[in-house]
């Protein structure tokens, strides 16, 4: 089963996915213009690890900040691991955020609910 880094920059996030730690972390800033082209990458290793042997996947989500293009990719992520949930495999998702920042804890409640999947809120 493969692994997936996306190397961070100025307007590209940390991703970091090990099936065999079950881990996806994603860390930092992302104003990617087009988010896909980073995130469609992950998607494919996503989909192998669906049908993978592994039972769990801690996902931690700590970015900074997002632009439009990387919330619709961030979307698209969590209705991913929705699908990988409902086939038995126990996916656990924390969403990290300044609790000064009341935007980032907004974007985190909207995502679980526009995705319709569990999201622990973790202030930092």
């Known amino acids: 089963m493969e692994k997936f880094l996306s190397t961070p920059s100025h307007t590209t996030p940390y991703i970091y996915f090990n099936p065999e730690g079950e881990i996806l972390e994603m860390r930092g800033n992302s104003t990617l213009v087009n988010a896909r082209e980073v995130f469609g990458e992950l998607y494919q290793v996503l989909i ?3 049908k993978s042997i592994y039972p769990k996947l801690n996902v931690n989500i700590q970015l900074e900040y997002f632009n439009t293009s990387t919330y619709k990719c961030l979307l698209e992520t969590m209705i991913h691991l929705k699908e990988m949930k409902s086939t038995g495999k126990n996916i656990i998702v924390n969403w990290y955020y300044n609790i000064e920042d009341e935007d980032a804890l907004e974007q ?4 679980a609910q526009l995705s319709g999947m569990q999201v622990n809120l973790v202030g930092i």
């Open 108 to 111: 985190g409640e909207d995502i």
């Open 48 to 50: 192998n690890f669906k």
